[in-house]
């Protein structure tokens, strides 16, 4: 089987990717990726080694990239992990997260369609369903939760969301979706919460927490999201939806802390920042339907994920360092001058 991984040099992908590799040696993985700030050829340089993977640079949007892609490998299943990931900058530059989140999809949908798939599946999040509120821990999010975003990354993904089941209920591509809760572990882009802290605790600068410190994000460690979707794509059912979560949640605060107890830093780092416009306060998980239909259920515990996470960027300084230096500075400067 030939496998389409589209975003495959970002976090999540490329986690995604190294667990095909592993468990599904036959399989041969394609990675589609337009190499943005977000995707670093660095974290597939171990892929790259094996015979079943190629890379090809292109940009998901870009219909002439993706056919051509499409008559060169003939593939089975898409996954579909590009698009622009991070709120903050979809509250800069709302338009580009249109072209890729909503545009790419279209355009990856309408190759599957053209050519035949027997898979397209979406990587959606739980941010479609908008936030909780922090006082009624009872609450969760299930598909059947109405989307109600708030910032315009979520907006773009359920936007996606929509035309996959459309392309599902129209033409009869036979999609999947799966909607997970925030990731952490190895490849994190420090732009992100947790990769962000890491860095900035490791050399004693001032860790900017937004607002008060006690939103709540359910928080899962990235290979038991690969193992989800990797179920999901074999054996879950097309034009389905399917929550992924591991009842992990954790008010900001709390993450911030266990990273600076793990790396013996002072909690006198932290530093209360501006909140984001729109913050969302409270996403929680009801992963019911995806362990009772395939099984699922998540390996990690946030304890043992963070001590791992951290570890990991102990051990992999140079993948990180390189990302610090030109373009991230002027990102930081810009992101958070206002925020002090
Ligand atoms: P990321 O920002 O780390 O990686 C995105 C990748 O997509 C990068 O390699 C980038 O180069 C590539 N890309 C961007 N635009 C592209 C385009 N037009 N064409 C081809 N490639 C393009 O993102 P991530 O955190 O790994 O998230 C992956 C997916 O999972 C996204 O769809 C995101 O919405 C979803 N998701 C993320 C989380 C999370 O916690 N990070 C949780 C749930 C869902
Ligand atoms: O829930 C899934 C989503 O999780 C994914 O769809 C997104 O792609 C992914 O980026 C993530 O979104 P969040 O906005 O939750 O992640 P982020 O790491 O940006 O922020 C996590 C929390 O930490 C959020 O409440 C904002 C807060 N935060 C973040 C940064 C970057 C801070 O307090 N300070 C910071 O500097």
Redesign the pocket.
Same mark, same amino acid.
């Given at each position: 089987m030939t496998i389409i991984v589209?975003? !495959?040099? !970002? @976090?999540? !992908?490329s986690n995604f990717i190294y667990y095909q590799l592993k468990n599904h040696p036959d399989d041969r993985i394609v990675c &589609? #990726?337009? &190499?943005?700030y *977000?995707? %670093?050829l660095a974290t597939l340089k171990e892929a790259m080694k094996n015979p079943n993977f190629r890379f090809v640079k !292109? #940009?998901? *949007?870009n219909q002439t990239d993706v056919n051509r892609l499409f008559e060169e490998e003939h593939p089975d299943m898409v996954v579909? @992990?590009? *698009?622009? +990931? =991070?709120v903050d900058c979809s509250i800069e530059n709302p338009r580009l997260f249109l072209e $890729?989140n909503i545009m790419?999809t279209q355009t990856l949908m309408d190759a599957c369609r053209h050519y035949g798939i027997t898979r397209y599946h979406q990587? *959606? $999040? #739980?941010e479609v369903y908008g936030d909780l509120p922090l006082d009624r821990p009872d609450l969760f999010f299930t598909e059947n939760t109405p989307i109600h975003t708030s910032s315009p990354y979520s907006a773009s993904?359920a936007s996606a969301d929509l035309l996959v089941l459309a392309y599902w209920r129209t033409y009869q591509l036979p999609v999947s979706i799966t909607r997970? +809760? %925030?990731?952490y572990g190895p490849y994190h @882009?420090p732009e992100?919460l947790i990769p962000l802290m890491i860095s900035r605790a490791l050399a004693d600068e001032s860790l900017p927490v937004y607002g008060t410190g006690e939103n709540v994000r359910d928080w899962l460690y990235v290979e038991d =999201?690969c193992s989800a979707i990797d179920l999901v794509i074999r054996k879950g059912r097309v034009g389905e939806i399917y929550n992924i979560g591991g009842h992990n949640e954790r008010t900001n605060l709390q993450v911030v802390k266990a990273i600076l107890h793990e790396l013996h830093k002072p909690e006198t780092l932290i530093h209360y920042v501006t909140d984001r416009p729109g913050h969302d306060r409270r996403y929680a998980i009801d992963p019911s339907k995806i362990h009772s239909e395939l099984g699922w259920l998540p390996q990690t515990k946030f304890d043992d994920g963070i001590r791992l996470t951290v570890k990991w960027y102990l051990e992999h300084r140079k993948w990180w360092e390189d990302i610090l230096v030109g373009d991230y500075q002027n990102y930081y400067e810009q992101m958070y001058k206002d925020r002090q």
């Open positions: 589209t975003g !495959g040099a !970002g @976090f999540i !992908g &589609l #990726d337009a &190499l943005t *977000a995707g %670093n !292109g #940009d998901i *949007a579909n @992990f590009a *698009a622009e +990931s =991070h $890729t790419g990587v *959606a $999040t #739980d993904k997970c +809760s %925030n990731n @882009f992100k =999201h």
